[in-house]
């Protein structure tokens, strides 16, 4: 017989207890078995106990229909132990055992514990508010453990005290660093790029004088493996902007405070300067690498995927509007307009994927001015990590770089005669954001994009019915449907990512909307009357849940572009929270379904 003693306390919703409340839980616990096909909570009937699942499987049902299947640490019914009977019927559907929390003690921990409470809320949206918390108290814990080690490390270049001042600018210029050691037979001291400015500037000193009295030989240091937050305390203790960092042997670096500050609070500011003192496509080399640097960051961080996401995507588009500003010759900056479409013109970019961009000429530009360009531009963006569209939607593309009378006619095709790339097509381009240059062709653009299509009621349905390409990863009785042959695996872009993107595209356009985020178009909708409130927040939600979740993935995978996640690796609330938004994801698939009428395809 399985004891009280063995409960497992990390079972969400029991993490979220204190170390006293988990012992009134195990003092009050009692155990129960059920036959199969016996009736644990009848429909319509109070419940004495909150029941937590220790082995068998229970079938959640209303009438006849089987709701869902509930396994092992599965938790029910907190639903009514609060509003007093239960709305849908829990049966046995094999042998099982369940622990029994009295309802009294239950429903003193719901009203006690708001973060406990929030587990059994049905909107996703409290879920998330709750784990936002978690996430919040683990990344503080992160931080606090975080070594210097973690930190990213200025190289320890040496030079000796009798080299020049201009010797030593030099070294700092070649190595892209504002410090260095100074060597002085046994002493070793620290010289800046300041030390070197105030020495010339201020103090009239020659270029030709040597740096050794000019450099500060009280050196403060700590060790590879000290904690972060003890770089930050010394920094204050000693009033000094870096620190060298010895590992017992030699000086292996020098920490700034710029980049420890930097470690804790993110750097997105730094970047955007860098972006824009730029003045050749090497210098920005630098800056393209730090926006990748910036997804891990700010994720470690805990900040929410849309901040993440509108983060990243501004960092971008300025990336983009400085290689353009860069390699566009003058007629094409005069009459023409880049955008960027797809995520990236969403603002829903996180982890670097592959390139959607595209030109808008006011009118014809000299043809090898215009081929150079494209050929550029795109060969710019694959050095800074941005690789080829498969579809070919890029400026290289003859197709995505041309006059705006030439977009308006193709917009004409594409509705005239529908197919998969026309459809295709018209999406990515609805999605389009400006970044650079005449952003006054790209709302010509929309404008007459969205007069073609809007009215066409046969052409919008046909468009939305791509919310049902891809099988729904939830099965009838909400348990997770894993891929065949991708290691029990979900696929969260195909299952839940883009039946929300493209169902939310496909109302907006049909309302002539030209907000361009999801989320915009979402609160746009409700505005409307198209969606109810409820399911917009929800809807919300589960996007920006599983945008997380993929990024994560994305992360754990070094920044691989898979949307794959595996279920058995979650923890049981993510699993939990996962179904709920596939539901929401189904809700809302429904309601497109509806509002389409694309049940006569």
Request: net charge neutral.
């Amino acid at each position: 017989m399985i004891l009280p003693n063995a409960f497992d306390e990390q079972n969400p919703p029991f993490d979220r207890l204190t170390s006293q409340e988990i012992e009134t839980v195990r003092r009050a616990l009692d155990i129960a078995y059920f036959r199969p096909g016996e009736t644990i909570i009848a429909q319509g009937e109070p419940s004495e106990a909150l029941y937590v699942i220790i082995k068998g499987v229970v079938e959640e049902r209303a009438g006849r229909e089987v709701l869902s299947l509930l396994g092992p640490k599965d938790s029910f019914d907190s639903r009514a132990l609060v509003q007093g009977r239960a709305s849908h019927e829990f049966l046995a559907r094999e042998e099982t055992l369940c622990y029994l929390l009295p309802g009294k003690a239950a429903l003193g921990l719901i009203q006690s514990n708001p973060r406990f409470a929030a587990f059994f809320y049905l909107e996703i949206s409290r879920k998330l508010d709750a784990m936002a918390r978690d996430e919040e108290d683990s990344r503080v814990g992160t931080l606090m453990r975080a070594r210097v080690s973690d930190m990213k490390l200025h190289p320890a270049s040496f030079i000796d005290a009798t080299d020049t001042i201009e010797a030593a600018g030099h070294r700092m210029r070649e190595i892209n660093t504002n410090a260095l050691f100074v060597r002085d037979g046994a002493r070793t001291g620290i010289l800046t790029g300041m030390n070197l400015s105030k020495a010339v500037v201020l103090n009239r000193m020659p270029i030709e004088a040597p740096v050794g009295p000019i450099t500060h030989f009280d050196v403060v240091s700590l060790s590879p493996d000290d904690f972060v937050y003890s770089a930050l305390i010394l920094m204050t203790k000693t009033n000094k902007r870096r620190v060298a960092v010895h590992d017992g042997a030699a000086y292996i670096g020098i920490l700034e405070d710029i980049e420890l500050l930097s470690f804790v609070t993110g750097n997105a500011q730094l970047v955007a300067q860098r972006i824009d003192r730029a003045l050749t496509l090497a210098d920005l080399t630098i800056a393209s690498r730090e926006i990748g640097d910036q997804v891990r960051l700010l994720r470690r961080q805990g900040v929410k995927i849309e901040v993440v996401a509108e983060i990243v995507s501004d960092l971008n588009r300025r990336l983009f509007a400085k290689v353009f500003d860069i390699l566009a010759p003058a007629p094409i900056r005069a009459r023409g307009c880049l955008v960027v479409m797809g995520s990236e013109g969403r603002g829903e970019q996180t982890a670097r994927t592959d390139q959607d961009n595209a030109l808008i000429l006011a009118e014809p530009v000299d043809e090898r001015l215009l081929e150079a360009f494209r050929r550029d531009f795109t060969a710019a963006l694959e050095g800074f990590g941005f690789s080829p569209c498969q579809g070919n939607v890029m400026v290289r593309n003859p197709a995505w770089s041309r006059t705006l009378a030439d977009y308006l006619a193709a917009f004409r095709r594409w509705v005239a005669l529908p197919d998969e790339n026309a459809h295709m097509n018209v999406a990515i381009f609805y999605d389009a954001a400006a970044v650079a240059g005449n952003a006054a062709l790209l709302t010509e653009a929309k404008a007459q994009l969205i007069a073609a299509t809007r009215e066409n009621s046969a052409y919008l349905a046909h468009f939305a019915r791509a919310i049902e390409a891809f099988p729904m990863p939830i099965g009838f009785f909400n348990n997770l449907l894993t891929l065949d042959g991708h290691g029990d695996a979900v696929d969260l872009k195909k299952g839940g990512i883009f039946p929300i993107v493209h169902g939310v595209r496909s109302l907006a356009l049909e309302r002539g909307l030209t907000e361009t985020g999801t989320g915009e178009r979402i609160q746009r909708l409700v505005e409307l009357g198209l969606i109810s409130r409820d399911l917009g927040r929800e809807l919300t939600q589960s996007l920006y849940f599983l945008m997380t979740l993929r990024l994560d993935a994305q992360l754990a995978a070094t920044g691989a572009s898979s949307a794959l996640v595996r279920p058995a690796e979650l923890s049981s609330l993510q699993r939990d929270l996962l179904r709920d938004a596939f539901r929401v994801v189904k809700q809302f698939r429904d309601v497109v379904r509806r509002r389409f009428n694309l049940g006569m395809f």
